[in-house]
């Protein structure tokens, strides 16, 4: 069964700085795409940034590129997101998903199957 578990959300001022920690367990998928996605209050869901099985690079939305950093530790089976330059727009609840194959179509978070119970993100001024 796969679990993920998202860790490292807080409070922080802006222009901070937070590491998100998603662990993964039970994956079984020889192929995968691995995604952060957030979601503020009275909005919609959005992607953040997505790997495809810990090949190649992350892609980012843009609306967070050059601030946002994905990374993977293998051993670990760990999925990071680091984020600088926080800005309040950030503030929400941050989730991790994984789902089999390729990540097409990944930005609006469906067809992702497992999801983690997400860790919240604070910005204040």
């Not at 937070?18 to 993964?24: P, T």
């Not at 727009?89 to 978070?109: K, P």
């Amino acid at each position: 069964q796969v679990q993920l578990v998202e860790s490292g959300g807080g409070s922080v001022q802006a222009g901070g700085s937070l590491r998100l920690s998603c662990a993964a367990s039970g994956v079984t998928y020889s192929t995968y795409c691995m995604a952060w996605f957030r979601q503020a209050p009275g909005k919609e869901r959005e992607g953040v940034a997505r790997l495809y099985a810990g090949v190649g690079s992350p892609s980012y939305a843009d609306s967070v590129k050059g601030r946002f950093t994905l990374s993977q530790d293998n051993a670990r089976n760990t999925l990071y997101l680091q984020i600088h330059s926080l800005i309040a727009e950030d503030t929400a609840m941050y989730y991790c998903a994984i789902r089999d194959g390729y990540c097409y179509q990944w930005l609006g978070g469906h067809a992702f199957p497992h999801w983690g119970q997400g860790t919240q993100v604070t910005v204040s001024a």
